[in-house]
């Protein structure tokens, strides 16, 4: 008996309080499902705008953990087929969805990567989760009616599912060849400053809403 009170006055000792009767919940998780421009493509990861997510979050005292689950090259096919293990994995509060930007250069049909966008923010915004849908654009070589189609998939999709949108992660860095890499398709260091910009006032709001 003795050895017993022994124990548990160790543990009164060595424990803040509270601590014995429960751990402390996990951070609720924002998950980041994009293709290499999320995923930091050409530059050193930490300069990446998923990375400066992070940083931002905690100068602000939001006690969130990002999930960067982007992949270089990623169709919206591919996301779809890899979407169902990543929210079982993580159990992500927000999704914040990028993709569709492959599918574009590649000049795959439209309604394909519409339908894909589309089951993926179902899928995500199952079980209350948040979603926040990325806009991309593409290059006017492509011309005027497949560039316009492209960007209005994002925004039918928006409305359809009454998420949030960021018309186009590169608005302010496309169009400046000093914040792009030589590629002229992805975000060089930068400008992944302004990709986080362009976001954060969108993922704002989603941040203070309570899981259903």
Do not use: C
Request: without cysteine.
């Amino acid at each position: 008996m003795s050895r017993v009170i022994g124990i548990l006055s160790f543990l009164w000792l060595v424990l803040p309080p509270g601590a014995a009767r429960a751990a402390a919940p996990p951070a609720p998780v924002i998950l980041v499902f994009g293709d290499s421009i999320s995923a930091g493509y050409g530059i050193a990861p930490e300069s990446g705008w998923v990375n400066l997510l992070s940083s931002r979050l905690r100068q602000e005292g939001y006690g969130f953990r990002v999930v960067n689950a982007s992949v270089s090259g990623e169709t919206s096919t591919g996301g779809l087929a890899r979407l169902p293990r990543a929210l079982a994995a993580h159990h992500p509060r927000i999704v914040i969805i990028e993709l569709g930007g492959n599918d574009g250069l590649r000049g795959l049909p439209l309604d394909n990567t519409r339908a894909n966008l589309d089951a993926m923010i179902g899928l995500a915004a199952h079980h209350g989760r948040s979603v926040l849908l990325l806009g991309l654009r593409m290059p006017p070589n492509y011309g005027e009616r497949y560039t316009r189609g492209f960007a209005d998939n994002y925004a039918v999709l928006a409305h359809a599912h009454r998420v949030p949108l960021v018309p186009f992660l590169l608005e302010g860095v496309a169009d400046q060849p000093t914040l792009m890499q030589g590629d002229r398709l992805h975000p060089n260091e930068r400008g992944q400053p302004v990709l986080l910009d362009n976001v954060w006032p969108v993922l704002k709001p989603l941040l203070r809403v309570q899981p259903h």
